[in-house]
């Protein structure tokens, strides 16, 4: 049985990944990104990514966080319907409520 789930707030941008496919991500804040390595590097799937929960304005979806070694950090992408949805592009400010899924 797993424990409570892990609930997280934080405030960050929106950042577009040039390449042959246009991809946009927000990088998590290092305290939530330490976080979530700790309690959940065990249970992470493929590639190191985490099943997650998201919030971002009133747009709710179910995706992967995925490691960024680079940067230190997880990367949370954000599809074009939920940029759509919240009026988000490339430096848009944005909190995010995310739930570290079992």
Request: hydrophobic share 40%.
């Amino acid at each position: 049985m797993s424990g409570p789930a892990s609930t997280f707030r934080f405030t960050a941008k929106v950042w577009e990944h040039h390449g042959p496919a246009s991809w946009f991500f927000v990088s998590l804040p290092e305290q939530e990104a330490d976080e979530i390595e700790a309690t959940r590097a065990d249970g992470a799937r493929g590639f190191g990514s985490v099943r997650v929960a998201v919030r971002i304005g009133e747009t709710r979806w179910e995706t992967s966080l995925f490691p960024d070694s680079k940067r230190a950090t997880y990367l949370l992408p954000v599809k074009k319907a939920v940029r759509r949805a919240e009026d988000l592009g490339d430096g848009s400010t944005v909190v995010v409520d995310l739930e570290v899924l079992a």
